[in-house]
């Protein structure tokens, strides 16, 4: 009932009703000059990060990987000590689920397809269907034992098998 009042007060008093009607328009004007102005964007900050997140986890990733590798070549019998470095491609990729639908008419077939969108009506956002980790394309193998044409065979089946790329693009050399 007050809020009532207090509007009813602002109609019959005429330089109230001015004020506040310039003030409104004052403040309008500001947001829109605001949104015009040179200064730091909250986008701008995220993008960077989100690359920095990405490079991150790809280190980690090959990281990670040439440990597990180097734990797992060590137990070969004659290999002895193990240095392992890995080449990879790309960042870690999103895939999106889609839906679509195909409409066929007399001469012609329409499809349409658009992303899966998850979250309330204020944040929206494309729901991810599957992780893709980077691609490790190429293995450098150095150990001790690999003097025996034997044990380099075995590190070169066991690299090509734990990391499924072909011996071609693996190199296996002695440690010093």
Do not use: W
Not at 65 to 93: A, H, K, M, P, W
Not at 153 to 168: M, N
Request: proline share 2%; aromatic share 6%; with cysteine.
């Amino acid at each position: 009932m007050a809020i009532r009042d207090l509007i009813g007060s602002f109609r019959s008093d005429k330089k109230a009703l001015t004020a506040v009607t310039v003030l409104g328009a004052a403040g309008l004007v500001l947001i829109m000059l605001s949104s015009l102005l040179p200064g730091d964007s909250g986008d701008e900050e995220k993008k960077p990060a989100a690359e920095n997140s990405a490079s991150a986890q790809s280190e980690d990733f090959c990281a990670d990987t040439e440990r597990r590798l180097t734990d797992f070549l060590r137990n070969i019998e004659g290999v002895g000590e193990v240095q392992v470095y890995l080449t990879i491609s790309g960042d870690e990729e999103y895939v999106y689920a889609t839906e679509g639908k195909t409409s066929i008419s007399e001469n012609k077939t329409e499809e349409e397809h658009s992303y899966v969108m998850i979250g309330g009506s204020g944040s929206k956002t494309a729901l991810v269907e599957t992780v893709r980790s980077p691609e490790i394309t190429g293995a450098v193998i150095a150990c001790s034992g690999c003097d025996s044409a034997a044990v380099q065979e075995k590190v070169y089946k066991a690299v090509s098998t734990a990391l499924g790329i072909p011996t071609s693009q693996i190199y296996v050399t002695k440690l010093k």
